[in-house]
């Protein structure tokens, strides 16, 4: 890597910490905004590089956003937690890197870190080369309910009586503190609504040991992330409930790549279909992956290594 660096940048109050990976600094800025609430990205960079290898072909940029991973190290790493703040942090990173590279960046956002990109790309269109959302967020209400009903009637009709019980207690949404959140992300996890093939213990092992071994995290960072996750959550769910990109987001003036799982049941396929039909954009296409959930980049990794490479090159996504 002729870039390899870690790094603290400062977007407005709040410090947090980027790692810049690329072969060759010239080539086209990538940024990823991590899913959420509160995952962080750099943990990522190892696993992205060996079954994605995008500082191949781009200046990638991971980040660790307010309130997750080693931005956690800040004192002030959770004031005002806020889609809104998030939204302003994306925009206050995308302006340095921007002047930094003297180019746009191409955006790659994953579910919650996809619906805070778009929203920078709507404050800021001459800072985004192209946004590439994946999994995005756009409706909360539609969403939980869809997911709900998903695992509820999956647990049902595969006569898992420990789901039904924990699920019926939990009750429909909103669900607005961590441990229902959790209890329903834990199902719609083991039924294949997140991660085809994966159980929701097995991603949060994956999680840990990525923070284990990655060079970029210390003990107590570790420790910190995996605290930080229930903050993130108690703090963002009530809006990310109440979100609904299909009346505050109807216009972008940048390309837009919507990249979707067919059997996502986190951010369901029929709202993503909805949201593309009504959104205003120069261009847009919304590309499936026919054997993918919640996560296509790393599901169908080959397919979303060439998609972006297509981005890289100016050309329409393979549908």
Same mark, same amino acid.
């Given at each position: 890597?002729?870039?390899?660096?870690?790094?603290?940048?400062?977007?407005?109050?709040?410090?947090?910490?980027?790692?810049i990976?690329?072969?060759?600094?010239?080539?086209?800025?990538?940024?990823l905004?991590?899913?959420?609430p509160?995952?962080?990205?750099?943990?990522?960079?190892?696993? +992205? *590089?060996?079954?994605?290898s995008?500082?191949?072909? +781009?200046?990638?940029?991971?980040?660790?956003?307010?309130? =997750?991973?080693?931005?956690?190290?800040?004192?002030?790493a959770?004031? *005002?937690?806020?889609?809104?703040?998030?939204?302003?942090?994306? *925009?206050?990173?995308?302006?340095?890197? =921007?002047?930094?590279?003297?180019?746009?960046?191409?955006?790659?956002g994953?579910?919650?870190?996809?619906?805070?990109?778009?929203?920078?790309?709507?404050?800021r269109?001459?800072?985004?080369?192209?946004?590439?959302?994946?999994?995005m967020?756009?409706?909360?209400?539609?969403?939980?309910?869809?997911?709900? *009903? +998903?695992?509820?009637?999956?647990?049902?009709?595969?006569?898992?009586?420990?789901?039904?019980?924990?699920?019926?207690?939990?009750?429909?949404?909103?669900?607005? $503190?961590?441990?229902?959140?959790?209890?329903?992300?834990?199902?719609?996890?083991?039924?294949?609504?997140?991660?085809?093939?994966?159980?929701?213990?097995?991603?949060?092992?994956?999680?840990?040991?990525?923070?284990?071994?990655?060079?970029?995290?210390?003990?107590?960072?570790?420790?910190?992330?995996?605290r930080?996750?229930?903050?993130?959550?108690?703090?963002?769910?009530? $809006?990310?409930?109440?979100?609904?990109?299909?009346?505050?987001?109807?216009?972008?003036?940048?390309?837009?790549?919507?990249?979707?799982?067919?059997?996502?049941?986190?951010?369901?396929?029929?709202l993503? $279909?909805?949201?593309?039909?009504?959104l205003?954009?120069?261009?847009k296409?919304?590309?499936?992956?026919?054997?993918?959930?919640?996560?296509p980049?790393?599901? $169908?990794?080959?397919?979303?290594?060439?998609?972006?490479?297509?981005?890289?090159?100016?050309?329409?996504?393979n549908?």
């Amino acid at each position: 890597m002729e870039i390899d660096r870690r790094e603290p940048v400062q977007l407005g109050e709040s410090a947090q910490w980027i790692r810049i990976r690329a072969a060759n600094p010239r080539n086209p800025l990538l940024l990823l905004v991590q899913q959420g609430p509160g995952l962080p990205m750099i943990n990522e960079a190892q696993r +992205f *590089e060996r079954v994605l290898s995008l500082a191949d072909d +781009f200046t990638v940029i991971y980040w660790d956003q307010r309130g =997750c991973g080693r931005s956690l190290r800040s004192a002030d790493a959770t004031r *005002e937690l806020s889609i809104q703040t998030m939204v302003g942090d994306t *925009e206050r990173l995308l302006a340095m890197l =921007c002047d930094r590279f003297d180019r746009p960046a191409v955006v790659a956002g994953f579910s919650m870190g996809a619906t805070l990109a778009a929203l920078a790309t709507a404050r800021r269109p001459d800072l985004v080369a192209t946004l590439v959302t994946v999994g995005m967020d756009i409706d909360g209400a539609a969403a939980g309910k869809s997911a709900y *009903e +998903f695992a509820l009637a999956t647990a049902q009709a595969r006569k898992v009586r420990r789901a039904i019980r924990q699920l019926q207690a939990i009750a429909p949404p909103p669900h607005l $503190e961590p441990k229902e959140f959790a209890t329903l992300e834990r199902w719609a996890a083991n039924f294949g609504g997140v991660r085809r093939g994966r159980t929701y213990n097995s991603m949060v092992r994956s999680l840990l040991l990525s923070l284990l071994r990655s060079p970029d995290y210390s003990l107590a960072d570790a420790v910190r992330t995996l605290r930080g996750i229930t903050a993130a959550q108690a703090a963002l769910l009530p $809006e990310l409930a109440a979100l609904d990109l299909t009346h505050s987001l109807t216009r972008l003036d940048s390309p837009v790549v919507m990249v979707q799982g067919r059997h996502d049941q986190v951010a369901p396929a029929s709202l993503a $279909e909805r949201y593309a039909e009504l959104l205003e954009a120069p261009s847009k296409q919304l590309v499936w992956f026919e054997h993918s959930a919640h996560m296509p980049h790393l599901e $169908e990794p080959e397919r979303f290594r060439g998609l972006l490479a297509q981005v890289r090159l100016g050309l329409p996504a393979n549908a």
